[in-house]
């Protein structure tokens, strides 16, 4: 395959530790000629970049949009019909609330061929590194994975389905609705339920809160806990493995 010939490449970057990425992710970013960037990726990443490689951000930070997703779809197929090899890289997994499919949808349009790399989803990865997992025989069956943020900027229906349910809820982008995720719960009687909160998981400047239903918003408070961060609701809470020490052992040989 010619470097010149226009494709897209979708990678996902994985939760924030740089080691969390694939090495077939790395593969394509050494090879891009051209790297749209968000904002939740570790930027350690980007050295793996030739030096010659192209580096857009195009991420949101503190509710500013670097690019509207009308102005990215459009900067991917420029740049990739301009240089050839086009990496989109994207936090987690971008085919979990990423928007990736919604890219490779547009551009594929214009004719670029299309890849994808997936990544470790944070709402796995995050959960795991705090020893917290997200099935466990006798604590939990099944798992919901759900927007806490629509397309029209409200809490998913889906949160109300599944605080019916006794499956582990992890809510992605929902700090700004945790009142109502919590007003929700309490109305199925679980106020007790054990929920954490997460906030910049897998990387060194980590921050957990570890509380109750009834308990959360004052936590939240008091560790100033904010976005980005991934909420976990359910018994598996209370299964939370201490692993520092086994973690550091492993990384110390």
Known sequence: MSLQTPRLTVVGAGPGDEDLITLKAIKA??????????ALINESLLKYASEDTELIFVGKRKGCYAFQQEQIN???VSKAKEKGHVVRLKGGDPFIFGRGAEEIDYVRQFGLETFVVPGISSSVAVPAYQGIPLTKRGASESFW???GTTKKHQLSNDVALAAKSTATVVVLMGMSKLGEIVKIFSNENKQDTHIAIIQ????DNENVGIGTISTIEKIVAEKQLANPAIIIIGDVVKERAVLSAVYNEVVSR
């Open 29 to 38: 970013i050494e090879s891009a000629n051209v790297i749209l960037y968000d």
């Open 74 to 76: 459009e900067l991917i």
């Open 145 to 147: 994975v759900i927007t």
């Open 200 to 203: 910049n998981g897998t990387r």
